[in-house]
T-cell receptor, first 114, second 111 residues
């Protein structure tokens, strides 16, 4: 079984400031890791993913995330946020073999203030 | 364009009526999913299907039913047995590495 914990339900930040959205996971099997973004009244879209290899992965819209196996974390970062980054962000894991069931965190609401 | 389509975007029904939400994909994915989203609760898995003519219950399947007669289609029926059906419903498909592709969602309101 897997679980995903997003440590902050809401993160307020000023425009052009850096931001980090935290995600910790637990799993008894190897997993792939994902971050998704959801704008109001829309479906989720993929920001970035970690499958293997380099632990620092870059995604769309200037976001990046670092996989830390020892801390079982996959935190999302952006060095300078824009108003348009205001959205809900979801961390997710997917077992790399067997079950096709993903597990999502509860989401972090990023609120960018001018 | 490849992707997931859901229809309709908004749906209104009276209590006691069954309603079917449509989900179609042209990504040639084997796996498809239905999620329910309520404010502050993230995504909860209702049903999933790994292959045509096979589907499995998720965490909150009670009051819902699905079918998977074609690879491209995975409709969800919200039955009158669902105690609190008003929610935002999301359909998704995925390839073997688990990257989920989501539809735009259907907002169902039952009064």
């Amino acid at each position: 079984a897997q679980s995903v914990t997003q440590l902050d339900s809401q993160v307020p930040v000023f425009e052009e400031a850096p931001v980090e959205l935290r995600c910790n996971y637990s799993s008894s099997v190897s997993v792939y890791l994902f971050w998704y973004v959801q704008y109001p009244n829309q479906g989720l879209q993929l920001l970035l993913k970690y499958l293997s290899g380099s632990t620092l992965v870059k995604g769309i819209n200037g976001f990046e995330a670092e996989f830390n196996k020892s801390q079982t974390s996959f935190h999302l970062r952006k060095p300078s946020v824009h108003i348009s980054d205001t959205a809900e962000y979801f961390c997710a894991v997917f077992p790399s073999g067997g079950s096709y069931i993903p597990t999502f965190g509860r989401g972090t609401s990023l609120i960018v203030h001018p | 364009d490849g992707g997931i389509t859901q229809s309709p975007k908004y749906l209104f029904r009276k209590e006691g009526q069954n309603v079917t939400l449509s989900c179609e994909q042209n990504l040639n994915h084997d796996a498809m999913y239905w999620y329910r989203q309520d404010p502050g609760q993230g995504l909860r898995l209702i049903y999933y299907s790994q292959i045509v003519n096979d589907f499995q219950k998720g965490d909150i399947a009670e009051g819902y039913s699905v079918s998977r007669e074609k690879k491209e289609s995975f409709p969800l029926t919200v039955t009158s047995a669902q105690k609190n059906p008003t929610a935002f419903y999301l359909c998704a498909s995925s390839g073997r590495q688990g990257e989920q592709y989501f539809g735009p969602g259907t907002r169902l309101t039952v009064t």
